[in-house]
């Protein structure tokens, strides 16, 4: 009996999940298992098929663990088995029975005086309050845990948390914060001499830096984290850490690569049977054949993103998959289906009591409001969406939300107030070393004083986006940077000037693949040989 349950131990540690199923299996087979024993075999299940993500499988194996305990009158087993289904609603999306799970476990705990499950079942909390978007409470949860973690001198639970903690602050776009908790994880680590746990926070800190645009450094340490995982032999961490860095590709207009490295990450989850990190991974494949302009593709990706939240049970998943179908929709011109997708979207936000989620669908919708030129509706969502950032303290999102308020009203010929948001926006971005989203709204600043006939300060404000693009390496931004200058230059009939941008523009485009851009400056440098009238700048939606 023994001998099995190490062997399946040993199997799972390397995340060799159908062979440790398989041994836990035939242990469960011999006679007179005691409860010690077929506890710990559920539970060990259990986890097999969480870290995989077969979410129903873990749930009833869970299931038969508590069911193990309650007859038996193991409080300490009931509270491990409820905690660890709380585990399992927090990724199905279903937040409020993670938390009713996890506080049944916390009282138990607290009655056993266990200090240390405690501390596990707050940390697990801080988590569900984190994905909630209710980030004070997360932030209260993650300190009781550090504190619970510290008393009984669990190193490895501090950094744990110490990395949760940086998480948190990082969805804030709180960089400073989140790093400094990072550094404090990995020197907890580093203590302890857990390999796994430095590299996952060296990955992590990596995608600090994306956030905050630093897009070199953060494919260094991403890349660092890479290499750690395969010296690990971690076949999980490989395929999480290809995926962020096709996310940091992505990001750098380098979609090629990127598509690159999703493949190799969707490879790789589905080699392992991880169903939940291979929908993620499909869906951002969705989204970047989006912006590639393979709107069929994208669609293909999205639709089978969908289809495996459902199967999975991820409410959270699913409401992200409409979203994605529904920006696709939207730049194919078919707002109604657009629409259709957002509010399915919004209705699985509020389903589920996701706030940032509830303000993200509400920002979307502003944006085909946008598209479908009814301003007054797209403010009214735009700032339902902003509202709903400023409540959960999402200070990356409300930039972003000032600066699609600032095009809208734009649009309307309100410029004055177009530009007292672009510079909230950019206030917001520039004290959180956001250099991208500076790009993006210095961007659309040349562009409104480019309507206004304002030439040289819309120059001024397309040079301070193209030097933001380029510090970063985005060589999509600074492409699409030339050709609103050229525009500018085919304006006066400054045929070479404009040309040169627009071919400079458009080598870049095709090498990345952005085909929609590409296809865009093609326009302008056949009207240039023309000499036909020139069409207007591109804004930048967040």
């Not at 693009?469 to 609103?484: C, H, L, S, Y």
Request: aromatic share 8%.
């Amino acid at each position: 009996m023994s001998e099995l349950i190490e062997k399946g131990k040993e199997h799972l540690s390397k995340h060799e999940w159908d062979e440790a199923l398989e041994a836990f299996r035939a242990a469960l087979r011999l006679p007179d298992v005691r409860y010690e024993e077929r506890f710990d075999l559920y539970n060990q299940m259990g986890i097999a098929h969480h870290m995989r993500g077969k979410w129903d499988e873990a749930l009833d194996s869970w299931k038969r663990a508590l069911d193990s305990a309650v007859e038996v009158g193991d409080e300490t087993g009931r509270a491990t088995a409820l905690g660890n289904m709380g585990l399992v609603y927090h990724d199905q999306g279903e937040w409020d029975r993670a938390v009713e799970a996890h506080e049944t476990s916390l009282r138990i705990s607290q009655k056993l005086g266990n200090e240390h499950e405690i501390a596990v079942r707050c940390s697990a909390l801080g988590s569900v309050y984190h994905e909630k978007g209710e980030w004070g409470k997360a932030t209260e949860f993650f300190q009781r845990a550090l504190e619970g973690f510290d008393k009984v001198e669990d190193e490895h639970g501090m950094a744990q948390v110490y990395n949760n903690l940086g998480l948190a602050h990082r969805s804030k776009g709180e960089w400073k914060t989140a790093m400094d908790y990072y550094e404090k994880a990995l020197k907890g680590y580093e203590k302890i001499g857990n390999e796994q746990g430095i590299t996952e926070t060296c990955g992590n800190l990596g995608m600090v830096f994306y956030g905050r645009g630093e897009w070199q450094e953060a494919y260094r340490l991403v890349e660092r984290a890479l290499k750690g995982h395969a010296r690990l032999r971690n076949a999980h961490g490989i395929a999480t850490t290809q995926h962020n860095l096709g996310v940091i590709c992505e990001g750098r207009g380098e979609w090629n690569k990127a598509i690159e490295f999703y493949k190799k990450a969707l490879k790789g989850y589905e080699n392992l049977g991880d169903e939940h990190g291979a929908v993620q991974t499909r869906g951002n494949l969705g989204i970047l054949y989006h912006s590639a302009g393979d709107w069929d593709k994208a669609i293909t990706y999205m639709e089978e993103a969908l289809e495996g939240s459902e199967k999975l049970g991820d409410e959270h998943g699913k409401a992200k998959a409409y979203s994605n179908l529904g920006m696709v929709h939207c730049d194919r011109g078919d707002c109604e289906k657009a629409i259709e997708f957002f509010e399915a979207a919004l209705r699985g936000h509020e389903r589920i009591g996701d706030e940032p989620g509830i303000a993200r669908a509400c920002n979307n919708l502003g944006v085909v409001y946008q598209v479908r030129g009814e301003w007054d509706k797209s403010i009214e969502f735009l700032q339902r969406g902003l509202e709903g950032f400023e409540k959960v303290g999402d200070v990356p999102e409300m930039a972003r939300a000032y600066n699609n308020l600032g095009i809208a009203h734009q649009e309307k010929g309100e410029s004055h107030k177009a530009v007292e948001l672009y510079e909230k926006s950019l206030k917001i971005k520039t004290e959180i070393g956001d250099i991208r989203g500076t790009a993006m709204t210095y961007l659309n600043l040349g562009r409104l004083h480019h309507q206004e006939g304002k030439r040289g300060r819309a120059i001024d404000f397309y040079r301070k986006a193209r030097l933001a693009f380029e510090k970063i390496g985005d060589e999509r931004g600074a492409a699409t940077i030339k050709v609103n200058v050229g525009i500018l230059h085919k304006e006066r009939a400054e045929k070479d000037q404009a040309g040169e941008l627009f071919r400079e523009a458009l080598q870049v485009f095709e090498e990345i693949g952005d085909m929609p851009n590409a296809e865009w400056t093609r326009v302008h440098l056949k009207e240039l040989d023309k000499g036909g009238a020139a069409d207007r700048s591109t804004d930048a939606t967040d």
